[in-house]
């Protein structure tokens, strides 16, 4: 995993967010993480799996979870935040 499939993953993440209204995590240490772990996802498996959920290993049945995730709007509406703690409602909205 690169610096650059690193900063590729941001870029894309970053403006998903923007776009959607969302945040991202202002804790760089664990919006780090979480990137790291979609980047070395995108890497060993080519799509970028959400790190926090367990893959199946049925490509077909594991888009669901491709960030982002099928998941990741209701928790943010529910809880703020998705599972992965990556993307955030904004509080300005």
């Known amino acids: 995993m690169t610096d650059e499939g690193i900063e590729e993953v941001r870029i894309r993440i970053k403006k998903y967010a923007d776009e959607k209204g969302y945040i991202l995590n202002v804790d760089e240490?664990?919006?780090a993480a979480v990137l790291r772990g979609l980047a070395r996802n995108q890497e060993r498996?080519?799509?970028g799996y959400c790190p926090c959920r367990i893959r199946s290993g049925d490509p077909e049945k594991d888009r669901t979870i491709i960030c982002p995730c099928i998941y990741h709007e209701k928790e943010i509406e529910?809880?703020?935040?998705c599972?992965?703690?990556?993307?955030f409602k904004n509080p300005s909205e």
């Open 45 to 47: 498996f080519g799509a």
């Open 29 to 31: 240490r664990q919006l």
């Open 83 to 87: 599972h992965c703690r990556l993307l």
């Open 78 to 81: 529910e809880d703020g935040t």
